[in-house]
Nanobody
């Protein structure tokens, strides 16, 4: 099994910054892509940013130029650096990882963190 633990959410004023962290642990053979998604009240979960194990990134248009998704492969950790935050960024942010595990046959699975609340408000 694989566990993803997120941290770093909270309340921030518009224009401020936050950094989320997501650490993966468990029966990990290789972490492939990692990413962040978010879900605002009454809305569907949407992609924020992803990064492959080669460092290739992809961002939602709404966060391009404001968010970055660095990754530390030595710590099995992905971050979401959020700058110039807007009220519309308010949501629960979820970490996601595509992981090849050490089980028989090295199965690959999709895993989610428990979510962390980000609130942007004055």
């Amino acid at each position: 099994q694989v566990q993803l633990v997120e941290s770093g959410g909270g309340l921030v004023q518009p224009g401020g910054s936050l950094r989320l962290s997501c650490a993966a642990s468990g029966s990990i053979f290789r972490i492939n892509a990692m990413g962040w998604y978010r879900q605002a009240p009454g809305k569907e979960r949407e992609l924020v940013a992803t990064i492959t194990n080669y460092g290739s990134t992809n961002y939602a248009d709404s966060v391009k130029g404001r968010f970055t998704i660095p990754r530390d492969n030595t710590k099995n950790t992905v971050y979401l650096q959020m700058n110039s935050l807007k009220p519309e960024d308010t949501a629960v942010y979820y970490c996601n990882a595509d992981v090849t595990t050490t089980g028989f046959g090295f199965p690959t699975g999709h895993y989610w963190g428990q979510g962390t609340q980000v609130t942007v408000s004055s």
